[in-house]
């Protein structure tokens, strides 16, 4: 059973969601429905474990990972604006209606999803993604189907072909400019139903 | 008016009322339930009950939607296809291909790509948003609303005129059916225990099968018509014989009583105490059920060993089971246990589709309780089913007992017009297991290696 609102008043920051991300007034009560559906102890708030019920989430190799970038360190919970504002990376970049004062970068552009993604390897949020984090990531989703010095090559040669300055670790610049080829905006959006 | 105000006559002449007005009911009951169902007759009210009904739904939901406009208020309107647009499920090869393809380079090893993590995250948050499993284990949403508040329709006292006939439901529901119903199933359960008892006495085995089929049918008619269910059996020509077993899909306990009203059949379950277990040893009296001890349960050699015993006797009725193993909300099947595939024998395969408009049978065990849940059915309006009995199948050469059970499932969902999904009801309760996780790494490694391609 979800919420019966025909309008937004029952949502928490529901006019404040409807301003500030590129969602459509249904899509944004049908994404509390689904919220409120997780929530199975009825808190108001999600919990990793909650998270952890999706059945496709669990066997996702770097299901962990996501569910992390909901949770980052130090947040126990989560509330519906901040559930919405990280999907909202995933809104296709064309669906921005236009806001008279938007005060930052919308976050469903290509740079905040290219930013969405350089936080899922850049574990400890330094701006760089290391080589240890890249085995992380590497090792997550091969498991055990490739040898340590496999996965260790993987990484040097992804390492060599990003890394512009020599550092050993790839920055954010670095990261957006190997992926300048590919089509973010397709490949990082969820065609939400309107 | 004299005698009216004084207050002896006043509550005597209320007793009177009262008295008749019960005689009256109880008559009524009488000749239009208990009778026609212990005859196996249908009289009809039930049909023009329920067209009554949908009209009124009708009207209720184009009245809903025009006040709304009128008020400028967004109706909301349930998706019941989901959130995000369903595309077709690309393999996870394709997948990463696809998103490669977009950087243009070919390389001879192994290639790793930063964008790989792109497919892993994109099907992550999706499922994160929508996913195919987790929305089975509720009821699910319908298009008109049924003036019950209970089903997921938002109703905010949108006009006077709704909020009336609404109330006008609650009396009718609550006062008249609810009582009915109760009385009826109370009925329907006493004569199943009376009935069966005395039957078990009769000395003659052949005496006992032929009233055991009588009497089990009457009282399970009883059952039917105190749930309100309006039943359409198909294909009556493949009914469950004897020697072998019938299974099912599952959304509900009613499950039961749906296929039992027209046929026997043995019930294999867990021994119950309580009322539940008074019933189920009353049932053995006089045909054979089969229930488990707790601990015998956890023994399925025991359990296929009575399986295979109560099939090999061809005078034994056909065993019901449902190989779900849990309730699922009826708008797909899940994985079977291949217990009951395992025993060599035909399988019945019987698709049972509800209609969730005029009460949703599905019982949701997380949520409510079997008091809970039977009190709703009762307070509903109707249960509306469909039920087609498939041709019977049995294990090719060459094919297992899991691949047996897969077809049998397929079969199944694809009469009822069910989703067929490969998912173990029982993630209900527990994690996925890491075998699937596994299995996704397998393919992406798999990718790695084929880049050349």
């Known amino acids: 059973m979800g919420s019966n609102s025909s309008n937004m008043n029952h949502i928490p920051d529901g006019q404040q969601l409807l301003q500030d991300t590129g969602f459509s007034a249904a899509q944004i009560i049908r994404l509390y429905e689904r919220f409120e559906f997780l929530d199975k102890d009825n808190t108001g708030h999600l919990r990793p474990e909650d998270l952890e019920t999706v059945p496709d989430l669990d066997m996702n190799p770097i299901g962990a990972r996501i569910i992390g970038a909901f949770f980052p360190p130090g947040k126990e919970t989560l509330d519906f604006g901040s559930f919405v504002r990280i999907l909202a990376h995933f809104l296709p970049a064309d669906s921005n209606r236009t806001r008279a004062g938007a005060q930052q970068e919308p976050a469903n552009s290509t740079t905040g999803k290219l930013r969405f993604a350089f936080q899922l390897y850049d574990q400890d949020r330094d701006g760089k993604i290391s080589r240890d984090e890249l085995l992380q990531v590497l090792r997550s989703m091969l498991g055990l189907q490739v040898t340590e010095e496999q996965l260790q090559c993987i990484a040097e040669r992804a390492i060599q072909e990003a890394d512009a300055d020599k550092d050993d670790a790839i920055s954010f610049d670095e990261f957006r400019k190997s992926l300048e080829k590919v089509d973010i905006d397709h490949k990082m959006s969820i065609r939400f139903l309107r | ?83 995000i647009v369903k595309e077709p499920p690309l393999s996870l090869q394709q997948g990463i291909q696809e998103l490669r393809g977009s950087a243009s380079c070919l390389h001879s090893e192994p290639e790793f790509e930063m964008a790989d993590i792109f497919y892993f995250c994109r099907r992550g948050v999706e499922s994160i948003v929508d996913d195919e499993v987790t929305k089975r284990f509720s009821a699910q949403e319908l298009e008109t609303w049924n003036l019950l508040t209970r089903s997921h329709y938002n109703f905010r006292h949108i006009s006077l005129r709704l909020t009336v006939l609404w109330g006008l439901g609650v009396l009718i529901r609550y006062g008249i059916l609810l009582p009915l119903r109760v009385t009826l199933a109370a009925t329907g359960i006493s004569l199943i225990l009376v009935l069966t008892t005395l039957v078990g006495f009769l000395p003659s085995r052949e005496l006992r099968f032929f009233l055991t089929e009588k ?35 599952h959304t509900t306990p009613i499950d039961v009583i749906i296929l039992a009203n027209d046929g026997c059949y043995s019930l294999i379950g867990q021994a119950h105490r309580g009322l539940l277990g008074m019933v189920q040893r009353a049932m053995v009296k006089s045909s054979p059920h089969i229930w488990f001890d707790r601990s015998e349960v956890k023994d399925r050699h025991l359990v296929a060993k009575r399986l295979s015993d109560h099939v090999a006797d061809k005078t034994k009725q056909p065993i019901l089971i449902f190989p779900e193993g849990t309730c699922i909300n009826n708008t797909s099947v899940m994985m079977f246990k291949k217990g009951s595939f395992e025993i060599g024998c035909t399988v019945y395969p019987v698709a049972i589709k509800y209609d969730p408009l005029f009460g949703d049978a599905f019982w949701n065990s997380s949520k409510f309780g079997m008091v809970n849940y039977l009190l709703r059915m009762m307070s509903s309006w109707a249960i509306v089913c469909s039920v087609w009995y498939l041709p019977p199948m049995n294990r090719e050469e060459g094919e297992d007992a899991v691949q047996f059970a897969n077809r049998v499932k397929a079969a199944i969902a694809a009469q009822g017009g069910l989703v067929d999904l490969i998912w173990d009801g029982g993630l209900k309760r527990a994690k996925v297991k890491d075998a699937f996780k596994e299995e996704q790494q397998k393919l992406y490694s798999k990718v790695l290696v084929d880049t050349s391609r």
């Open chain 2, 1 to 83: 008016v004299l005698f009216l105000t004084d207050p002896d006559i006043f509550s005597m002449t209320w007793l009177h009322f009262l008295s008749v007005s019960i005689t009256v009911w109880l008559t009524l009951l009488f000749v239009f339930t208990i009778v026609p169902a212990v005859l196996g007759v249908s009289i009809g009210i039930r049909r023009l009950y329920l067209t009554t009904l949908l009209k009124i739904f009708e009207w209720a939901t184009l009245r809903m939607e025009m006040e709304a406009k009128e008020k400028n208020q967004q109706l909301y309107k349930p998706y019941s296809s989901g959130i």
């Open chain 2, 215 to 249: 009497v089990h049918v009457m009282c399970y008619r009883i059952c039917v018509r105190s749930l309100t269910a309006m039943i359409t059996y198909h294909n009556r020509e493949n009914k469950p014989k004897n020697g072998g077993i019938c299974v099912a899909n």
